[in-house]
């Protein structure tokens, strides 16, 4: 019975698999082992929204409507955006393999990972995804806040990120612009909270892909406020300050620990280092 019912988990993940390999040929695709084709996918997947999702809102918000949401002189330079990408592209391998992992131990059984909410019930269902949320927001509060508290590990991991610590040079390619240590920190919490906490599997990978696509619009400087969204002004209040707003999609654990600073706060930008 167990056996039958991880081999539908491993057939969703094959066809997802085979989804991404159908745009490539048979005889490259095909022979790659299971795993193989899971990172694969993974890293394909996540290449592909990286560029989509950037590329269409600087698009919008730096040559459509430049003159409405920012001003000429907050638009990152080519330069700079150019940087952005080099540095994500050097994380985006590494941070696939978490995903990667995560299914192959799902696949295994070793999680609490289930496949259908008629199993639990919808009640049950909500409640597990928001303790995992919180569970996450916690987990990436408190890796954030130590990468800037521990000094060895701001200068040799999170430095890479926070060398874009001005308007002018954020934008949502920056969000996953990291060193691959960091990368792979923020995205472990989406793996190691299934073998204590029961969740869903497709709504795992789904919150996994809204997390990089809430990443990436959080760099972009606009003005948004939606309470109590951690939103892209408080995110660009954290790299003009570097000691506040460390949270992800809530300001809960920064009031909670006392590092919320609210957008409306008025700073002097630091000089780029």
């Known amino acids: 019975m167990q056996e039958h019912y991880l081999q539908r988990l491993v057939e969703e993940t094959a066809s997802y698999n085979t ?26 997947v996540s290449l592909v929204t990286y560029f989509l999702i950037c590329s269409l809102w600087c698009f919008y918000f730096y040559h ?20 952005q990408i080099h540095v994500s ?52 509060y ?7 508290d521990v000094k060895p590990l701001y200068k040799h991991f999170h430095f890479v990120h926070h060398r874009f610590n001005t308007k002018t040079s ?11 240590v ?5 995205a472990l919490p989406y793996t190691i909270f299934l073998f204590f906490v029961p969740m869903h599997f497709k709504t795992e990978l789904i919150l996994l892909s809204i997390n990089g696509i809430w990443t990436f619009t959080t760099h972009g400087c606009l003005e948004t406020k939606m309470w109590p969204f951690l939103t892209a002004d408080y995110h660009t209040m954290h790299h ?11 300001i809960l654990m920064d009031w909670l620990f006392g590092t919320l600073c609210h957008p409306y706060s008025t700073v002097d930008e630091p000089k780029s280092k």
């Open 19 to 44: 989804l991404v390999g159908s745009f490539f040929p048979a005889a490259l695709w095909s022979p790659l082992p299971h795993v193989v084709q899971t990172w694969a996918r993974n890293y394909i």
């Open 64 to 83: 459509w409507k430049h003159d409405v949401h920012l001003s000429k002189e907050a638009i990152p330079s080519r330069k700079s955006i150019m940087l």
């Open 240 to 250: 003009i300050m570097h000691r506040y707003n460390y949270g992800n999609y809530t």
């Open 89 to 140: 592209m050097k994380a985006m391998p590494w941070v696939s393999m978490v995903p990667t992992i995560s299914e192959y131990f799902i696949e295994k059984g070793y999680t609490k990972c289930y496949f259908s909410i008629t199993e639990v019930g919808p009640i049950v269902y909500i409640t597990h995804t928001i303790i995992h949320i919180i569970l996450v927001e916690f987990w990436i």
């Open 142 to 148: 408190w890796t954030h806040r130590a990468l800037h």
């Open 170 to 180: 954020l934008s949502p390619f920056a969000g996953a612009a990291s060193h691959p």
């Open 182 to 186: 960091e990368a792979v920190l923020d």
